[in-house]
T-cell receptor, first 115, second 109 residues
C-alpha cells in the first residue's frame, strides 16, 4: 500500500514555543491530506483538511491561527502548533487518501508533550 | 447528527473467535472501514466494505448490512498481538470519514 511518513514521532517542547509536524506522501501525490488529533482513549478527531495550493479547511472549534497548516506541494503538508500550551499535548496523526472508495493511509503519528 | 456506535471494551481468549459490532447513522454512505490501532501508534487499515455481505481476509472478516446500518469485524484464531483498539469509520456523502470511539480488545491467555 501507499506510504505516508510523519515526523517527528515524539516531541517535547516548552510552553509558549511552536512545533512543526511534517506529513509526506512518499509514493503518491496527495492533493488532500487530513490532520487528526486523538486524546487518550478517545476517537480520532478531524482537525482540518489540508488542500494543496490553497487554504486548509478547519473543523468547527479548531483555531486556525493556532494550528497553522501548509500544503505547498503534492507530497508535503505541515501542521504547526503555535504558542503551545500543556492542553495541546496530544497525539497528532495525518492521513492521505480515504476519499471515495480508497482506504486512508496514516502517518506514524506525533506524540506532542508541552511542559 | 452523525453517529457511530461500537462497544467500549471486549475481552476474549487466545485462540478463540470474537465479533466486534458497529452501528452507524450518517448522512449518506460511501463505505465502511475497519482499522486496528495499537496503543501509541497510528491506525492501520484492516478492511473496507461498500456492498452488503462478508469480506474475508485471512483471520479477519468484515460484514456489512447497509439497510440495518450495521457492520461487524470478526477475528478468528485470536493471538495475543491482536490486543488493540479496533476503529469503525464510515465515509459519508461528502466523503468525510466519521470515526467511532473504538473498541479496546483484550486477549487473555
Amino acid at each position: 500500500g501507499a506510504v505516508v511518513s510523519q515526523h517527528p514521532s515524539r516531541v517535547i517542547c516548552k510552553s509558549g514555543t511552536s512545533v512543526k509536524i511534517e506529513c509526506r506522501s512518499l509514493d503518491f501525490q496527495a492533493t488532500t491530506m487530513f490532520w487528526y488529533r486523538q486524546f487518550p482513549k478517545q476517537s480520532l478527531m478531524l482537525m482540518a483538511t489540508s488542500n494543496e495550493g490553497s487554504k486548509a479547511t478547519y473543523e468547527q472549534g479548531v483555531e486556525k491561527d493556532k494550528f497553522l497548516i501548509n500544503h505547498a506541494s503534492l507530497t508535503l503538508s505541515t501542521l504547526t502548533v503555535t504558542s503551545a500550551h500543556p492542553e495541546d499535548s496530544s497525539f497528532y496523526i495525518c492521513s492521505a487518501g480515504g476519499q471515495k472508495d480508497t482506504e486512508a493511509f496514516f502517518g506514524q503519528g506525533t506524540r506532542l508533550t508541552v511542559v | 447528527g452523525q453517529n457511530i456506535d461500537q462497544p467500549t471494551e471486549m475481552t476474549a481468549t487466545e485462540g478463540a473467535i470474537v465479533q466486534i459490532n458497529c452501528t452507524y447513522q450518517t448522512s449518506g454512505f460511501n463505505g465502511l472501514f475497519w482499522y486496528q490501532q495499537h496503543a501509541g501508534e497510528a491506525p492501520t487499515f484492516l478492511s473496507y466494505n461498500v456492498l452488503d455481505g462478508l469480506e474475508e481476509k485471512g483471520r479477519f472478516s468484515s460484514f456489512l448490512s447497509r439497510s440495518k446500518g450495521y457492520s461487524y469485524l470478526l477475528l478468528k484464531e485470536l493471538q495475543m498481538k491482536d490486543s488493540a483498539s479496533y476503529l469503525c469509520a464510515v465515509m459519508d456523502s461528502n466523503y468525510q470519514l466519521i470515526w467511532g470511539a473504538g473498541t479496546k480488545l483484550i486477549i487473555k491467555p
